[in-house]
T-cell receptor
């Protein structure tokens, strides 16, 4: 069965500092991978997705992620964090062959940004 | 274009009661998925509907059910509520089934509290 691991439950970074959120997946076939962000009291918003091709994926809000098959990882990065980036971030894998209709989520990483 | 709309946003029920949650997808989206979010279990897939048919189902007891109407609106029902059913229930819609999906669009959720 597919699974997603986000090893960091909580991360604190200073505004302007760089950010990397870790995500490891377990999936037998070529994975379809996603990063979502959830602000307090809100639903989830897609930051970026990887289906195939270039392993470095650009997303919204200045985020990017790199797919590394050898490490089964799909880490999320941002060069300079803004206070408004404080939220919870979820990595997910598509478990229904690309239709994105049944996602398996990691447990999330809560990002705190200090001024 | 209007986003995914979920009603009600908040509700309180007592054990043993039942509850019905509603979801209106983005216009043109025929796939609707439901997820349960709790602090302990995280985000878990409940089920997905497409063209009024349940296509996928997660590992939840039969007390959790859903349906989809011809206009793609969906409802989920939880009968005989238990304290552990307290959660944020998220609905998401996508174009899955009618073309390459790639993204789930989430509503803001319905927060259910069971007393």
């Amino acid at each position: 069965a597919q699974s997603v691991t986000q090893p960091d439950i909580h991360i604190t970074v200073s505004e302007g500092a760089s950010l990397e959120l870790r995500c490891n997946y377990s999936y037998g076939a070529t994975p379809y991978l996603f990063w979502y962000v959830q602000s307090p009291g809100q639903g989830l918003q897609l930051l970026l997705k990887y289906f195939s091709g270039d392993t470095l994926v650009q997303g919204i809000k200045g985020f990017e992620a790199e797919f590394k098959r050898s490490q089964s990882s799909f880490n999320l990065r941002k060069p300079s964090v803004h206070w408004s980036d404080a939220a919870e971030y979820f990595c997910a894998v598509d478990s229904n062959t690309g239709t994105a209709s049944k996602l398996t989520f990691g447990t999330g990483t809560r990002l705190q940004v200090t001024l | 274009k209007a986003g995914v709309t979920q009603t009600p946003r908040y509700l309180i029920k007592t054990r043993g009661q039942q509850v019905t949650l509603s979801c209106s997808p983005i216009s043109g989206h025929r796939s609707v998925s439901w997820y349960q979010q709790t602090p302990g279990q995280g985000l878990q897939f409940l089920f997905e509907y497409f063209s009024e048919t349940q296509r996928n189902k997660g590992n939840f007891p039969g007390r959790f059910s859903g349906r989809q109407f011809s206009n793609s609106r969906s409802e989920m029902n939880v009968s005989t509520l238990e304290l552990g059913d307290s959660a944020l229930y998220l609905c998401a819609s996508s174009t899955a089934g009618t073309g390459w999906a790639g993204e789930l669009f989430f509503g803001e959720g319905s927060r259910l509290t069971v007393l």
